[in-house]
């Protein structure tokens, strides 16, 4: 008997679900994948490289067209938002946002890839103010940027996007104000030390960052922004930009009765079926920004919406799905970005981190090089580790530098993934010769100069 696949959400996480039961099932499976959106299977990181020039075409985001899933034997709705959902009757209703109407269909399988959506102030509903999440949304920074005269830039959050984004419209030639309500930029991301480091190399850039800023209201002229409004006084503002961070997209999902853990997003088991007060319910699957998983560190619920998830995640459910065995075991947090010149990595925990979640550590910070001193281009980077006290054991680390330097950091992601201690990593074979590393790799001597602090 044929099986029949619903996906609510046309990007990583509901796409990889759909195409792997596909690659099981064949034929026996009947797929249709609601997507609000225009696009499918599009990479949301790459937006602010496609602003700020980087990437030349919006296209090339795109890693597979609905064209190409339909050719699959997937059948994409594009421009159809699920408005409800009745797990009695096993039935979705979607709105088709351009043609009109509702549209019901029945369901085996539901998967739940909705993503996560912008944290939006009240205030901050006005044209000429974007969030960044979808691409849609880029495209409609990018049509705002191209249609209107834009001089001045305002970016309010330090996190991730704020600092990608700040960079990219530095690129366009704009003005650039970065907004932190924080004591420094990326504060959930690295240690106050390592913060300190990005704080200098953002403003070595031309950008005015503005940290403990506080943003009460934005200022209207000829209906769209044209300030932002501060207790120092208004900023000007052509373009506003929101970093805020994101929440999961779970709204619908809570209206159905299903259960939320404590970040907002659903409970799912390892195997990514969405877990209900009784256990798992049957047919009901979940994956992506609109989940919440284990620290594989803190063995704590957390939400960690980054497409590499989302796409292992899908994985997973689709192999389920289609009659095999996966599962998802948690994350360790691993996240790299760059702040124009500077690479910022890190994984595991925090000091924050590790000190709210029992830990008692030492830490060790060091300055090294990425290639041997002596060879051309090498460049300076700071790496720190966490280790905890008792065992030893890794718990995190960070690594601020310049070119070769972030993609260090999946090594220790590697370290902390198979619960390494800092004394066994000073042994580690790593690759070395003058163009590629020091003879003593940073990682080396930064697992060295733990284990001595312990």
């Known amino acids: 008997m044929t099986t029949k696949l ?17 690659k099981l099932l064949k034929d026996d499976l009947d797929a249709v994948v609601f997507e609000r959106g225009h696009f499918t299977s599009y990479s949301a990181c790459g937006i602010p490289y496609w602003i700020g020039g980087a990437v030349a075409e919006r296209d090339s985001l795109v890693a597979r067209t609905p064209e190409q899933h339909r050719a699959n034997g997937l059948d994409v709705r594009l421009r159809h938002e699920v408005v409800g959902l009745d797990l009695d009757r096993r039935e979705v209703v979607a709105h088709d946002l351009e043609g009109g109407g509702e549209v019901r269909e029945g369901f085996d399988h539901l998967m739940y890839a909705t993503g996560a959506v912008p944290k939006t102030p009240p ?29 001045h830039a305002v970016v309010i959050g330090g996190g991730y996007i704020g600092v990608e984004m700040a960079e990219a419209m530095v690129q366009r030639g704009l003005e650039v104000t970065l907004l932190e309500k924080s004591p420094q930029p990326m504060k959930a991301t690295v240690d106050p030390d390592m913060g300190a480091l990005v704080h200098d190399a953002i403003e070595k850039q031309g950008i005015d960052v503005r940290t403990d800023a506080h943003v009460s209201g934005l200022a209207l002229r000829d209906g769209r922004v044209r300030g932002v409004v501060t207790p120092e006084g208004t900023l000007p503002a052509d373009i506003v930009v929101l970093g805020l961070g994101v929440r999961p997209n779970t709204d619908l999902a809570a209206r159905a009765g299903l259960p939320l853990g404590v970040t907002g997003g659903l409970m799912t088991d390892l195997r990514m079926r969405v877990r209900g007060e009784d ?79 029992g830990y008692a550590f030492v830490t060790a910070s060091v300055e ?53 201690t800092v004394e066994e990593m000073t042994a580690l074979d790593l690759g070395y010769a003058p163009p590629f590393a020091p003879v003593w790799d940073p990682v080396l001597i930064a697992a060295r100069k733990a284990a001595d602090a312990l």
């Open 368 to 420: 090294s090089t990425s290639r041997a001193g002596y060879y051309p281009g090498a460049a300076p980077m700071t790496i720190k580790l966490i280790a905890e006290k008792r065992t030893g054991l890794l718990l995190g680390a960070q690594i601020v530098g310049r070119s070769e330097a972030a993609k260090r950091i999946d090594a220790l992601a590697i370290a902390v993934w198979n619960r390494m």
């Open 6 to 22: 619903v996906v609510i959400g046309g990007d990583a996480a509901g796409m990889s679900a759909a195409s792997q039961a596909r």
């Open 123 to 151: 205030w901050a509903l006005a044209p000429g103010v974007f969030g960044v999440q979808t691409l849609d949304d880029g495209d409609a920074i990018h049509r705002w940027l191209s249609t209107h005269e834009a001089h």
């Open 279 to 357: 256990g798992p319910l049957d047919g009901i699957w979940a994956a992506g920004d609109c989940v919440q998983t284990i620290h594989r560190v803190s063995k704590r619920p957390v939400h960690v919406p980054l497409g590499t998830h989302a796409n292992k995640q899908g994985r997973v459910a689709g192999i389920n799905i289609g009659g095999g065995y996966a599962t998802f075991p948690g994350v360790i947090g691993t996240a790299v970005t760059k702040v124009c010149e500077l690479e910022v990595a890190r994984t595991g925990l925090s000091s924050a981190e590790a000190s709210s979640a």
